[in-house]
T-cell receptor
Framework: DAKTTQPPSMDCAEGRAANLPCNHS???????VYWYRQIHSQGPQYIIH???NNETNEMASLIITEDRKSSTLILPHATLRDTAVYYC???????????FGKGTSLLVTP | GAVVSQHPSWVICKSGTSVKIECRSL??????MFWYRQFPKQSLMLMAT?????????EQGVEKDKFLINHASLTLSTLTVTSAHPEDSSFYIC???????????FGAGSRLTVL
């Protein structure tokens, strides 16, 4: 699976949009981009995933560049409960594990 | 949505004893489950892939005789830490593949402390 690069940490003011970038320049055509987050001492929580098109759900939006070499996770109105480590992972699909990098530690401040 | 349940959520044991952690898929069948461990301030590290009805596949550096994995049914996988030592103290997390576009669902984790 392709490797990803994320900034180690980011800050965001409560109520503002949090934009978390991820580079995956070696992604192959059949690899999906997945985003998970881990709140302290809990199991990872699925947020969103996509292949080529931008995606939106009740939690976030995922913007994937046309060349698929990078993506951005957008939390439209960050709350204090969004403080967590966010992981961007690329993966082929069913039956394969997720390989976690170091992720981005997002701190949402009042 | 798909739910993965882990039990116990935390356990303390004496050095030399064995500890079993259960991972259940509550509302779906999981042919494949994955076991991870996480040390403080580090990311999740894949330990092994558990396939129903067959032997688990372990990642390099993970002792298969120490971390016994059994996946006897489509809804249950167990991890047994045998002869636990303080260095085995960690956060153990399981996950399972759902049929929902290959989204992995994770359990809440089991924190093991070996005294």
């Amino acid at each position: 699976d392709a490797k990803t690069t994320q900034p180690p940490s980011m800050d965001c003011a409560e109520g503002r949009a949090a934009n978390l970038p991820c580079n995956h320049s070696t992604i192959s055509g059949n690899e999906y981009v997945y985003w998970y987050r881990q709140i302290h001492s809990q199991g990872p929580q699925y947020i969103i995933h996509g292949l080529k098109n931008n995606e939106t759900n009740e939690m976030a939006s995922l913007i994937i560049t046309e060349d698929r070499k990078s993506s951005t996770l957008i939390l439209p109105h960050a709350t204090l409960r969004d403080t967590a480590v966010y992981y961007c992972i690329v993966r082929v699909g069913f039956g394969r594990a997720l390989n976690f990098g170091k992720g981005t530690s997002l701190l949402v401040t009042p | 949505g798909a739910v993965v349940s882990q039990h116990p959520s935390w356990v303390i044991c004496k050095s030399g004893t064995s500890v079993k952690i259960e991972c259940r898929s509550l509302d779906f069948q999981a042919t494949t489950m994955f076991w991870y461990r996480q040390f403080p301030k580090q990311s999740l590290m894949l330990m092994a892939t558990s396939n129903e009805g067959s032997k688990a596949t372990y990642e390099q550096g993970v002792e298969k005789d120490k971390f016994l994995i059994n996946h006897a049914s489509l809804t249950l996988s167990t991890l047994t830490v045998t002869s636990a030592h303080p260095e085995d103290s960690s956060f153990y997390i399981c996950s399972a593949d759902t049929d929902r576009e290959s989204v992995l669902t994770f359990g809440a984790g089991s924190r093991l402390t070996v005294l």
